[in-house]
């Protein structure tokens, strides 16, 4: 079984994450500018799967909660592999290492949004175990319709 290194994202990882979101992201707007905002936003974390040196997929998380007492809830904004490194689980292992760090910061949900239209993304999501939760029309920039996923997380 192949292995995988974990890294939080950085500076250098700019083009990676821009370039990457340009291809699987932009059919649903400029994502590469969009997920770079939010990489530098506070409470947004930001992990690299890599294989050595060659970065192969990032996934993006907002631990959100609405008062300090309360559990935070994931927010998982974007997960991508890239195109010919994708079905070899490289999504899945990526998936398991966000939720592993959600978790302890104490996560019990996460939640994410996804086009109707991406098939991938939905078999890979309630192959991970999320269910649709609800939905929005024109939900992205360019007019899609959105899915809302909700996976609870077991502490
Ligand atoms: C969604 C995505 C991250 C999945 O990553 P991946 O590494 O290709 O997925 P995995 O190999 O871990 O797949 C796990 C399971 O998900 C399902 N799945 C993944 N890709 C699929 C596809 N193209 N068609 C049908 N099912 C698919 C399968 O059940 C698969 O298990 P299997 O290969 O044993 O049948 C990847 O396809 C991607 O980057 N897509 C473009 C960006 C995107 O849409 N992101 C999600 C919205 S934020």
């Known amino acids: 079984m192949a292995t995988f290194d974990f890294r939080l994202a950085n500076e250098n990882d700019l083009d990676f994450i821009s370039q990457l979101s340009a291809r699987v992201f932009s059919k649903y707007g400029v994502y ?56 070899k689980r490289i999504g899945t292992a990526l998936l398991e290492h966000m939720e ?19 098939r991938q993304a939905l078999s890979f999501f309630q192959n991970a175990g999320f269910y649709i939760v609800g939905s929005e029309d024109r939900y992205y920039p360019r007019g899609q319709a959105a899915l809302a996923l909700s996976k609870k997380l077991s502490q």
């Open 32 to 87: 590469d500018e969009i997920v770079l905002g939010w990489l530098f936003e506070p409470e947004v974390i930001t992990i690299i799967i890599a294989a050595g040196a060659d970065p192969l997929g990032f996934a993006m998380v907002t631990l959100e909660r609405e008062k300090w007492f309360e559990p935070r809830r994931g927010h998982l904004l974007a997960i991508g592999v890239f195109p010919e490194h994708q079905r």
């Open 100 to 118: 592993e760090i959600a978790r302890k910061y104490g996560v019990e949900e996460m939640l994410l949004w996804t086009a109707v239209d991406n």
